[in-house]
């Protein structure tokens, strides 16, 4: 089937045979839901995939380089605010980033050619569910202003925006060499002399020694789904508490999961991702060293890391987002939407924190006091 074909069926499929309106992919679901009749249409099992497998990472390099990878036309808005890019819904001309809440105008004639994800997770957590998790973590939080906390109590589920959020995820297979030392303990008995009631004994105690020995060999290490957020706009260590990701509900791109919902273009390559990806990488090749080399004690003095059977997958993953802003200042709250997973940025109230400082203050004063008076 030709690409124009598959987008004209996607198209379709998206239409509802009973009224003409847009149908949305239902979280939690395999189907396709209209909001204005109701009707439920199911999406086919063809996206579920026998196996999930990862793209060799050099075929896909140089695919991309040579303009031949697979490909989908999409509107899409780039945000004057944060700089992130995201695909537009459907017969909406102006809206807010989901990112920074800066307004988007946009000429819904404008098509751009974008790269077609190899693999989508699809919502599992409703909008609904998602606003729950939100009010039930901002209450957790000591400090917060009351008004805000008042507001998101008060607030609707409109507040969160859907967005399926790109990633890469890497496998590999590592084989390191390294050099090293290795320290093993010993002891000796040192004799010592001291003045006891006057009198100079003798005695004897155990001192401990390392001797360091020369160290060096190989370690295999495996990586699975070792994942890079290639999205800027959400920052690297929010993305990563919202992990583990469950990429066992993995599906075969399929653009009927993203009626409904917007999808952020990458703005971090596979070839930068790389480089991030190692790093976390890192800590388990040096810790497999570490145990290598044995002995009490270690040191790594160099080491270096081949990457064999280096493959990739594009996804897309769901999270509920909401930018809001709070004294002029802006703040992020994610869910993960398919765990419910929850983190977020979060505001302070001065009055709050001074106000138990000054309460602190007089409950020791006060303790002060009735201790003085009992005596």
């Given at each position: 089937?030709?690409f124009e074909e ?6 379709n ?8 309106a ?5 979280p ?11 009707t439920?249409?199911?999406i086919t099992d063809s996206?579920?995939?026998d196996?999930?497998h990862a793209?060799?990472y050099?075929?896909f390099?140089a ?5 031949t990878?697979?490909?989908q ?10 700089g992130?890019?995201?695909t537009?819904?459907?017969?909406v ?6 990112f920074?809440?800066?307004p988007l105008v946009?000429?819904t004639?404008?098509t751009?050619?974008?790269?077609q994800p ?7 957590v409703k909008?609904s569910?998602a ?6 973590w901002m209450?957790?939080?000591w400090?917060?202003p009351?008004?805000?906390v008042?507001?998101?109590k008060?607030?609707?589920s409109q507040q969160?925006k ?6 890469w ?7 390191t060499?390294?050099a090293?030392?290795?320290?093993e ?7 010592y002399t001291e003045e006891v009631n ?6 004897t105690?155990q ?7 020369p160290?060096?060999?190989?370690v295999?290490?495996?990586f699975r789904?070792?994942l890079?957020?290639?999205s800027?706009?959400l920052?690297?260590k ?6 583990p990701?469950r990429?066992?509900?993995l599906?075969k791109y399929?653009?009927r999961?993203?009626s409904?919902f917007?999808?952020e273009l ?7 991702a790389?480089?991030i990806a ?6 388990a090749i040096?810790?497999?060293?570490l ?5 009490d004690?270690?040191?790594i003095?160099n080491y ?5 059977r280096?493959g990739?997958k594009y996804?897309?993953l769901?999270v509920?987002i909401s ?5 002029g ?8 939407a ?9 505001p302070?109230s001065?009055?709050?924190?001074v106000?138990?400082?000054i309460?602190i203050?007089i409950?020791?004063?006060?303790i ?8």
């Amino acid at each position: 089937m030709s690409f124009e074909e598959k987008t004209s069926e996607t198209v379709n499929s998206l239409k509802c045979q009973n009224c003409g309106a847009i149908l949305h992919y239902a979280p939690g679901t395999n189907s396709l839901r209209c909001e204005y009749c109701g009707t439920v249409n199911q999406i086919t099992d063809s996206t579920v995939p026998d196996t999930i497998h990862a793209i060799d990472y050099d075929d896909f390099i140089a695919a991309q380089q040579n303009h031949t990878g697979a490909t989908q036309e999409a509107v899409v808005v780039k945000c004057v605010g944060c700089g992130a890019t995201t695909t537009m819904l459907p017969n909406v001309t102006a809206d807010a980033c989901p990112f920074c809440a800066s307004p988007l105008v946009v000429d819904t004639t404008q098509t751009t050619a974008i790269l077609q994800p190899h693999y989508v997770l699809p919502f599992m957590v409703k909008d609904s569910e998602a606003l729950q998790y939100f009010r039930t973590w901002m209450s957790k939080l000591w400090f917060a202003p009351s008004d805000l906390v008042k507001k998101v109590k008060d607030g609707s589920s409109q507040q969160l925006k859907g967005v399926y959020i790109p990633h890469w995820s890497y496998d590999t297979d590592t084989y390191t060499v390294y050099a090293g030392e290795r320290g093993e303990y010993y002891y000796t008995t040192e004799t010592y002399t001291e003045e006891v009631n006057g009198k100079t004994e003798t005695r004897t105690r155990q001192v401990h020694h390392t001797a360091w020995y020369p160290a060096s060999g190989a370690v295999n290490n495996s990586f699975r789904d070792v994942l890079v957020s290639a999205s800027p706009s959400l920052p690297l260590k929010m993305a990563q508490i919202l992990e583990p990701w469950r990429l066992d509900e993995l599906k075969k791109y399929d653009g009927r999961y993203l009626s409904g919902f917007r999808a952020e273009l990458f703005q971090t390559n596979a070839e930068q991702a790389l480089v991030i990806a190692k790093k976390r990488m890192d800590p388990a090749i040096r810790e497999n060293i570490l145990d290598d080399i044995g002995g009490d004690e270690q040191v790594i003095n160099n080491y270096q890391v081949a990457y064999n059977r280096l493959g990739l997958k594009y996804l897309l993953l769901p999270v509920w987002i909401s930018a809001y802003r709070y004294n002029g200042k802006l703040y992020h709250f994610v869910v993960n939407a398919c765990t419910g997973e929850v983190t977020g940025d979060r505001p302070y109230s001065w009055i709050k924190i001074v106000s138990l400082i000054i309460g602190i203050i007089i409950a020791i004063v006060l303790i002060y006091q009735v201790a003085q008076s009992s005596h």
